[in-house]
């Protein structure tokens, strides 16, 4: 026991500084080596937190669901499990554990949250406002929760409340996110009293403190973003041509672009069909990949991609998480920044197809603007927006010109004005057969979105909004000189 309590404290601190490889290899190597001795199921659940570090979610969830057959009643481990079945998409399992974790605590306030993002998630908004209410409760002053919630009923956030949430950002210590969230509320306020000028200034605030929240892993991405991929995307060469395997047969369906381009609603649309597609959501396992395996990359050194590594680390990654389970071979992937890789993309899918969401350049950028979305660095500045989307645009350009057959440029305005012909276009391009339900998305009870849009994708599509950003354009004529696309 006195062993097995020393190799507990070596791995719990390789775990808090992330080295999952070497906490790996002294749990497993102990495990092996002992003999008619009963294992501390802690083992169990380091192991979990090891394979799940490591991003091996099949193994993860063997090792949880191992330490929860003798700590059945431990909610933390069963809010854990419901993010796993969450990840492979099995919506039936994640709710029952979810609710099994708030049965076993309840007021165990992380999974009250995430069963509420999940109930928005998948459209069943009262039972989400429930879950909501109740974290409010368990902790008033995290203003993130009071966003999430001003999404599902927008007369949720009155003048008591506001005054209430202006007192705690005024007045309390929180944490940064929650600083950010309350901004975007107050900046929302003023929005719906068209003062935009004042609502611009309030969004500054909030992104200043949303990237500030993650300040080094933002800083390392925005760099990646604007300096390193986005420099090297037409610059690739490619050593160890891929072996054959079954993703070479696969007729993937990447949807790329910027956020708030209609690619949710396109997304919906392609698995709405009589069609059997699977709807993976954006994955960003691409770019994982490609981070995770090619340091030199990342560090700006060189360009080489070993192909035969990108296609064993993708193969690994899909089978992992159970996308290659149907008998499907089309699937779509919203992973937007995929536009990158196309050129990779080609190598490992050749039968890929892309699909090039667009709106109102200027609409797009102020769209983003006004929302958080904190796993994208570049989204919080104007200055990083505008960059981004100058390289957006000379990089589809360059790759349309490269490869005509093989993306579809899809306006979202002109698919809200003749959304049959325009969705009959993108079947078509896709090689797959249209019927009248890809109309009626909206309709589906078995929507699971992740996105911002999450909500308004459960609506018949409206004709396109050209008021609706007009008042900010102004703002936007600081910047005319440098990017010839501005106005």
Not at 93 to 107: C, R, T, W
Request: with cysteine; aromatic share 14%.
């Amino acid at each position: 026991m006195h062993n097995q309590e020393i190799i507990l404290k070596k791995a719990a601190a390789l775990i808090e500084k992330k080295n999952y490889t070497e906490a790996k290899s002294i749990l497993l190597g102990f495990i092996e080596n002992i003999k008619n001795i009963k294992i501390d199921n802690r083992f169990y659940y380091y192991l979990y937190l090891v394979f799940d570090g490591l991003r091996e979610v099949q193994k993860a969830k063997n090792y949880l669901e191992k330490y929860l057959k003798i700590n059945s009643n431990n909610h933390i481990a069963l809010n854990n499990l419901a993010n796993i079945f969450l990840k492979e998409k099995n919506i039936i399992k994640a709710e029952k554990f979810y609710l099994k974790s708030i049965e076993n605590k309840n007021d165990y306030l992380i999974a009250i949250i995430n069963i509420a993002i999940f109930y928005q998630e998948i459209g069943r908004l009262e039972d989400s406002k429930k879950f909501y209410l109740k974290a409010i409760n368990l902790s008033p002053k995290r203003i993130s929760i009071y966003y999430n919630l001003s999404k599902i009923d927008k007369e949720f956030i009155d003048e008591k409340k506001l005054k209430y949430l202006s007192d705690i950002i005024n007045n309390d210590k929180i944490e940064l996110i929650d600083m950010a969230y309350g901004y975007f509320l107050l900046a929302e306020h003023e929005r719906k009293k068209n003062f935009f000028k004042r609502e611009l200034d309030l969004l500054k605030k909030a992104h200043r403190y949303l990237f500030e929240a993650e300040l080094n892993i933002n800083n390392q991405s925005l760099n990646y973003w604007l300096n390193v991929i986005s420099k090297k995307y037409n610059r690739f060469s490619f050593i160890k041509e891929n072996k054959k395997n079954e993703l070479i047969n696969m007729s993937p369906i990447f949807i790329i672009g910027l956020p708030r381009s209609g690619s949710t609603i396109v997304e919906t649309m392609l698995s709405s069909g009589n069609s059997k597609v699977e709807n993976l959501g954006e994955t960003n396992i691409l770019n994982g990949v490609v981070v995770s395996t090619h340091n030199a990359l990342k560090n700006n050194e060189n360009s080489k991609i070993d192909l035969e590594l990108i296609n064993n680390t993708v193969l690994k990654l899909m089978r992992d998480r159970n996308f290659l389970t149907t008998n499907s071979k089309f699937f779509t992937d919203k992973s937007l920044e995929n536009f990158l890789y196309i050129d990779i993309i080609l190598k490992i899918f050749p039968k890929a197809k892309f699909v090039n969401t667009f709106r109102n350049i200027e609409d797009n950028i102020f769209a983003i603007f006004q929302l958080p979305l904190p796993k994208i660095s570049w989204t919080n500045s104007i200055e990083s927006i505008l960059n981004y989307v100058d390289n957006y645009l000379k990089i589809i350009k360059y790759f349309k010109n490269k490869y005509p057959d093989q993306i579809l440029s899809l306006d979202l305005e002109e698919l809200t004005k003749k959304p049959e012909e325009i969705s009959k276009k993108l079947f078509s391009f896709c090689n797959l057969k249209w019927n009248e339900e890809v109309l009626n998305f909206y309709n589906r009870k078995d929507l699971h979105i992740t996105t911002a849009s999450n909500i308004q994708v459960r609506k018949k599509i409206n004709r396109y909004d050209y008021e609706k950003y007009r008042y900010y354009k102004e703002f936007l004529k600081a910047f005319s000189g440098k990017y010839d696309w501005i106005g």
